[in-house]
């Protein structure tokens, strides 16, 4: 069960971090629409986990190699965003939501 405070500090981690890779950090991204999907902060508020959807599917996996290649930049453009707010920058974590692609694949089987 998560805290008030570990609700809070997720939503601005996700909000501020999808501005970052949509703005700043473009060139991670390469040339695909990433959005934030979910972030889960530690009970300690040392690690956030984002779970990001990446469209074009194709490059879903070269897209998160880019990302977690380049952690330091995300986590440092992270700081300096929230910097007022948080005392430590918890450390990121990526991974793949893949919870669309489930949804068609239930809905592709339930058409048969």
Excluded at 18 to 29: D, F, S, V
Excluded at 82 to 109: A, C, H, M, W
């Amino acid at each position: 069960m998560e805290s008030t405070r570990q609700k809070k500090i997720s939503r601005l981690l996700q909000k501020e971090t999808a501005e970052l890779l949509q703005q700043e950090l473009r060139e991670l991204t390469l040339g695909a629409m990433v959005s934030i999907t979910i972030a889960r902060v530690s009970s300690d508020l040392s690690q956030v986990k984002f779970y990001i959807s990446v469209f074009p599917t194709e490059k879903t996996n070269a897209v998160l190699e880019s990302i977690n290649q380049n952690i330091h930049r995300v986590r440092f453009g992270i700081g300096q965003r929230t910097g007022k707010q948080l005392r430590i920058v918890p450390n990121p974590v990526f991974f793949i939501d893949d919870s669309l692609d489930y949804l068609e694949n239930i809905d592709e089987l339930l058409k048969k």
